[in-house]
């Protein structure tokens, strides 16, 4: 099984900050890597598929990036409700296989 | 509107088993890949399984985890899938999502990702 190592496990940022969280793949998988957010008792969110296609709805701040093994998620400017837990999935094979997950949480 | 609800969890002994089900409305169903992801307490999402769409003839993915105790099967003319669960271990313990998946092609080589999510069924694990 492909394995996703997401770093860092947690952060702490201010509202405003730029953030960026990574994620690494075991074996390439071209670009088929997802982010998913999600809340405390709330279901994941998809915000990015395909590495860097931004799901409808989901605002501008949010970016993806990268290829083959190395994927960057990015929040261009930290606002109040980004603060939650953001994990990579990767459908290039099964099993599918996600991150570990990342929190971001206030500084 | 689009979603899906799960239903079916519940406090079962070790050893036990149990059926989830999903119920999809607002979409074309039988176009869909359905998966069930599941998180324990406390800790990360773990992809459980997979039923492709109608052109793929609806045939499933495990995770390795699950293999042989849980089967996926669905109904689209009832626009559900359900999720049977088989001799119950306590790492089992967890609440079960289900979502929705679109691949653009038969082989899914572009997925659009897993964009809409049920609030997810809780199933407890007794020892």
């Known amino acids: 099984a492909i394995q996703m190592t997401q770093s860092p496990s947690s952060l702490s940022a201010s509202v405003g900050d730029r953030v960026t969280i990574t994620c690494r793949a075991s074996?390439?998988?071209?670009?088929?890597l997802g982010w998913y957010q999600q809340k405390p008792g709330k279901a994941p969110k998809l915000l990015i598929y395909s590495a860097f296609s931004l799901q409808s709805g989901v605002p501008s701040r949010f970016s993806g990036s990268g290829s083959g093994t190395d994927f960057t998620l990015t929040i261009s400017s930290l606002q109040p409700e980004d603060f939650a837990t953001y994990y990579c999935l990767q459908d290039y094979n099964y099993p599918l296989t996600f991150g570990q997950g990342t929190k971001v949480e206030f500084k | 509107e689009v979603q899906v609800v799960e239903s079916g969890g519940g406090l079962v002994q070790a050893g036990g088993s149990l059926r989830l089900s999903c119920a999809a409305s607002?979409?074309?169903?039988?176009?869909?890949?359905m998966d069930w992801v599941r998180q324990a307490p406390g800790k990360g999402l773990e992809w459980v399984g997979r039923s492709r769409n109608k052109v793929n003839s609806h045939s499933t993915e495990y995770a390795a985890s699950v293999k042989g105790r849980f089967t996926i099967s669905r109904d689209d003319s009832r626009n559900s899938v359900d999720l049977q669960i088989n001799s119950l271990e306590s790492e089992d313990t967890a609440v079960y999502f289900c979502?929705?998946?679109?691949?653009?092609?038969?082989?899914?080589?572009?997925?659009?990702?897993?964009?809409?999510w049920g609030p997810g069924t809780t199933v407890t694990v007794s020892s």
């Open positions: 979502t929705r998946g679109y691949c653009s092609d038969n082989g899914c080589v572009n997925f659009y990702g897993m964009d809409v």
């Open positions: 074996q390439g998988i071209r670009n088929e």
């Open positions: 607002g979409f074309t169903f039988s176009e869909y890949y």
